[in-house]
């Protein structure tokens, strides 16, 4: 069970080809990731969260700020002791970085070579790990000879081999196929629950933070803009950018051009209900306006779950008697977040 704590941590980089200048590639972030917590950090590509991942394992080191994983302060160590506390920090990649000559048993053998472990407690341990990731019969066989998702599961054995505290994982779904990716987001949540490890990922893809994130962070520009529970930053997102997730995620409300177009095609009145809070669903809506005779259609928008609270943007046309229909509304507004769009 291990700890991260990211302190007011910045990385500049002398900018490319021009002479004397600096990038700030991660900018004053600071994020606090509880034992046992999967934090997801989302950005947009150039966001810093490639970098901000390569400062918690040491291979880069902070401009500024301080980065403890554990009780220990990964920012101010010396290079030795680094090479020792990364066994403590697994990793696993977008593209696995499998050594393609070794086997399956060798390739998650290695960090236990390089750590010095006895070759029958190595041997004992590939066998526990590749039946917890289900795929003990692939012990001799080489990484060309597996799919995508295989290959990942033996990156994700080969990061546990030292039985690390923290696991971090970089865009570990992103070259697989939607289900495939659900398959390895299942493995991370059964290393999460079954190990207590903590889990930093970082993705571009909402879907990602949905599945499996307790906590999140929104990256932009280097900066953490928008921090906390999956539920509230995606049900009330306060950024651009997290807004813009929330939409690859689930039409939200229709924007002007659409809403113009629903207004020549439906007669009725349409207004956008927003499920935000977790506790209103979607039966109270519709029984509440069909309590008044009021007919209801969903025109635009979706609405998904967090952890079992559901959110996001139903936009409805409602066809009715006018004093019915304005009852309803008003009766919707006490339960639920509504704006009439016209
Ligand atoms: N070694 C480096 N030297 C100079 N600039 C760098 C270096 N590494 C990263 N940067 C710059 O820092 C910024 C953040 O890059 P980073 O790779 O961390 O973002 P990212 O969110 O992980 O994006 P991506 O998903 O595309 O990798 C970018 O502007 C990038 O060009």
Redesign the pocket.
Known sequence: MTRVSIAQVSKE????GRSGGT?T??DEVSIEVASGEIHAII??????????LRLINGLERVTSGRILVGDQDISAMRERELRRERTGIGMIFQHFNLLRSRTVSQNVAYPLVVAGAPKAERARRVVELLSFVGLADKASAYPEQLSGGQKQRVGIARALATNPGVLLAD?ATSALDPETSQEVLALLRRVNAEFGITIIL?T?EMEVVRGIAHRVTV?DG?RAVEQGDVFDVFARPQTDTARRFVATALPTRPDPAHLLRLREQHRGKLVAVTFADGRVDQPIVFRTLAERGIDVSIVHGGVTEVGGRSFGTLTLELIGDELQVEHGIAALGQQAELEVLA
């Open positions: 980089y002398p900018a490319r990038v590639a991660v950005g947009y590509s150039g966001a810093g969260k490639s970098t901000l865009e970082i571009h990256m280097g």
